[in-house]
Each structure stands twice: as structure tokens, then as C-alpha cells.
């Protein structure tokens, strides 16, 4: 028999209430252990919580029970809404663990039982796990489509239109002496493979906003030692995240400050002053912030009146930084009735900004706003959010565009790439070969869900 399993499914304690959540075969008799009586499914009921060995009472609280298969894990499960308290909460996980074939759920243990029995699919797995991850409004409403199911469902879609193209090549070559199988079936199944090879190639196209999404924009604040860039930071980060003093070369390492701007995620990320340096740990220092700015959406380059210029020699950056990489220059103790310069097109060259007062850095923070809104344009539509779904959707059109251009190959064969990619989409939900992934999805889903 499966082990029933247990855990604390809320919040750290104390607390006013806390949720210790049961799930297996055994719930329904540890639900009357306990209580006396099974609640009627799906009905909170205040009931006395007594320990069935000691015929002590434990405590007294709501209790729920859900039968299976109507539950989220998809077998029976009983709640216990009970104080608290760290006693109260280490003594009813201590009496649960009394029963026979009982322990305690492991990480994202309850949501692994939801995946195994058909509740959930991967993505859903995966959008649950980053639900509980959110920051920000925008990551939420993401997450919940995704853990809803929205983005499954555009995978399986593709993935049986991908079935169905096979069982019309096999029906054309298999029956094709059979007057009631039209012919040049596989005609219109070419058709419909390269339709189809262009939705998925416009969605992972799009999906390049749910990855950033998701993990947030890398913004690098660079400059050379005492450019402002410091000072910068705590103002923005409203607190002193950061040493400043007039001695070059503070900052050693990269600091961050995670920002929420109107529901966009976006790190801010501090770093050590570019310059020619003897010292062993600020050179180590200059190397990071180099790294990162390879990896970044986006480059604040700090500067002083009369102070180095993102190219000048001396900064060495030129030949460092990706072309793609757009930079900004933040003039530092700058006028504040200065407006920001900009191009031909609109877009923002340079902004002045000071630490001095809250509307010193307003129009640094609008602009950021506004990059992060063109940037992170993901609409209602289900997107791609891991570099998991992006490998697996690649490789889905490989098999498409192979089994589209072989037009020299037998059909069979063709058919046989039409599998790959119907394969690479049942990856991604879950449904083919998936079980090396879980352990590290599961892991990251706290325990008690």
C-alpha cells in the first residue's frame, strides 16, 4: 500500500492558524482516529483533535476532508486547521506519525501525487511551483494561466494534430488500393505540418518575454570608482544597500536590489568602478561586473560631470560588451532641470539623475518602467516561461522542418520525424519520458504542496 503522507501546508510558525494537510489511503481512518467522525466531504467542520493512544486533547479546530478522486492530489485528503502555535503543531505532526505506513511528504510531494494521477500536467506543475515564487502582479497573472492549464492545452493541441498528420501518412500508404481513402492525403498533411511549424515558430518567438518574465530583467549599473553609482542604488532601493564612501574602489562585488515597477520584475545589479587596478580582489570584482553585462537586458553606464564616457579608452569596455546590449548614460549629481536626451527615434541616450531627493531618480525610474513594459509585452496569450519548454519546442521544429523538406525520402521516414516532434511536445507536459526531470521540478515546490 502507498504511505499516507503528511505535512505543515501553510506558513511558518507561530501563526494564528495552521494547516497540516494529509493525503494517501489511510486519511479517511486517521480523520476518525482523531476526530471521532469523517466531516461530510468538502465541509469545514470545528471538531476536537485528540490523540487516539493518549485519549488527550491536542486541540480544537477546522477540519475538511475530500474524497478521492475529487481532491488536488487525486486520492483521499483531510485538512486540520488548528492553532498555531509550535507546540500545538509539532505534537499533531507527532501523533500523525504514530499511524501505521504514515510520514512525512517531501518536498512538492502532494503536487507530485496531482502530476501522477492525471490532476495536473507538467506546465501546470511548473506554474504552480512559480506562483509561489511570484513577486510581482504581472508574474502572478502569468502563473496562474499557466498553472490553469492554458498552456498545456496549446501544447496538446499540437501535439494531437502532429498524431493525427501520422495516422493520415499511414492511412494513405497502408490503404491506398481502398476506393473510400482519398488520395494525396499526404498532400494536405504537408500543407498542415508547415502551418503548423509557423504557429510554433511565432510562439517561441513571443515566449522570449514569458522567459524574461519569469526570472525578471538583469539591469547592470556600471560606471568608473565614484561615479555615483552607489548612492544611485540606495536611493533607488530606498535603503542603504550599499557602502559609499569617497575612497575608490568600495564596491567589490555585485550587489543586488530586486524592483517591482508596475508589476514588471526587474534586478538592479551594482557594481564594482572600471578602472586599470593592481589589487587582486578589485580586479576579481571588475571581472564580474564585465560578466554581467555580457548576460544583462540592459546597461546604466554612471557618470559625473567631466567623468569617463562608456567608450572612452580608459573604461576598456569597447571591445567587452555585446553589440545587441542597449546602454543608457545616468549623469550623476546632475541638474535635475535638465531633460533627458534622446535620439531621432525617441529613444532615451542620456538621463540625468541625482540621489539627492525622490525626484532626482522619478524620470530614471519612469523610463525603466517603460523599457520593461516594450520589453516584457506578454498579452493574455500562454507563453513559453523555461529554457526547458524552449529546447524541447526546438527540437519539435527540427522534426518539422526535417520531415517537411525530405520530399526525396519515403514517406515513412517523413512520418517518423512527424513522431519526434510529437514526442518533443509530450516532453514538455509530461506525457513521454520525463521522469529525470522531476526530481529537480518537485524539489523546488515547498513542502507541504
Known amino acids: 500500500m502507498e504511505s499516507t503522507i503528511y505535512a505543515l501546508s501553510s506558513g511558518a510558525v507561530p501563526s494564528g492558524v495552521a494547516v497540516i494537510r494529509v493525503s494517501g489511503p489511510l486519511t479517511r481512518d486517521i480523520v476518525k482516529a482523531l476526530c471521532g467522525q469523517v466531516p461530510a466531504e468538502r465541509k469545514a467542520v470545528l471538531s476536537r483533535i485528540t490523540d487516539p493512544e493518549r485519549k488527550e486533547l491536542l486541540d480544537e479546530g477546522l477540519v475538511l476532508f475530500f474524497e478521492g478522486p475529487r481532491s488536488f492530489t487525486g486520492e483521499d485528503v483531510a485538512e486540520f486547521h488548528c492553532h498555531g502555535g509550535r507546540a500545538v503543531v509539532a505534537r499533531l505532526l507527532e501523533v500523525l506519525g504514530t499511524f501505521e505506513n504514515t510520514r ?82 499526404a498532400d494536405e498533411v504537408w500543407s498542415e505540418a508547415r502551418a503548423l511549424r509557423g504557429e510554433i515558430s511565432a510562439h517561441l518567438e513571443r515566449s522570449r518575454s514569458g522567459e524574461r518574465l519569469r526570472s525578471g530583467l538583469q539591469v547592470v549599473l556600471m560606471g568608473a570608482p565614484n561615479a555615483g553609482k552607489s548612492s544611485l542604488l540606495n536611493a533607488i532601493a530606498g535603503r542603504d544597500v550599499a557602502i559609499v564612501t569617497e575612497e575608490a574602489g568600495t564596491t567589490r562585488d555585485v550587489i543586488e536590489v530586486h524592483l517591482d515597477l508596475n508589476g514588471y520584475p526587474l534586478t538592479l545589479v551594482d557594481t564594482a568602478g572600471i578602472r586599470d587596478t593592481e589589487g587582486r580582489i578589485e580586479k576579481e570584482g571588475i571581472r564580474r561586473a564585465k560578466a554581467r553585462a555580457q548576460e544583462c537586458d540592459l546597461i546604466l553606464w554612471a557618470m559625473e560631470p567631466g567623468g569617463v564616457a562608456i567608450d572612452d579608452p580608459i573604461s576598456g569596455l569597447t571591445a567587452d560588451l555585446r553589440r545587441d546590449v542597449p546602454h543608457w548614460v545616468i549623469l550623476t549629481k546632475a541638474d535635475l532641470e535638465t531633460h533627458p536626451k534622446q535620439d531621432s527615434s525617441g529613444t532615451i541616450k542620456e538621463i540625468p539623475c541625482s540621489d539627492k531627493n525622490e525626484a532626482g531618480t522619478r524620470v530614471l525610474f519612469e523610463a525603466l518602467t517603460h523599457f520593461a513594459e516594450e520589453t516584457i509585452s506578454v498579452g493574455e496569450a500562454p507563453l513559453a516561461t523555461r529554457e526547458r519548454h524552449r529546447a524541447y519546442l526546438s527540437e519539435c521544429l527540427k522534426g518539422l522542418a526535417s520531415a ?46
Open 104 to 185: 512525512p511528504a517531501e518536498p512538492g510531494e502532494f503536487t507530485r501525487r496531482a502530476f501522477d494521477r492525471g490532476r495536473m500536467d507538467l506546465t501546470a506543475v511548473e506554474g504552480l511551483a512559480d506562483l509561489i515564487a511570484a513577486e510581482t502582479e504581472i508574474q502572478r497573472k502569468q502563473a496562474v494561466r499557466q498553472m490553469g492549464g492554458a498552456l498545456g492545452k496549446v501544447y496538446e493541441d499540437w501535439r494531437r494534430r502532429l498524431i493525427h498528420m501520422r495516422a493520415m501518412i499511414e492511412a494513405d500508404f497502408d490503404f491506398a488500393d481502398e476506393e473510400d481513402v482519398p488520395g494525396s492525403v
Open 404 to 449: 517537411i523538406g525530405s520530399t526525396h525520402l519515403p514517406t515513412e521516414l517523413r512520418a517518423e520525424d512527424l513522431r519526434r516532434a510529437a514526442d518533443a511536445l509530450g516532453r514538455i507536459t509530461g506525457r513521454i519520458d520525463v521522469e529525470d526531470l522531476l526530481d529537480v521540478i518537485y524539489r523546488d515546490i515547498c513542502i507541504g504542496k
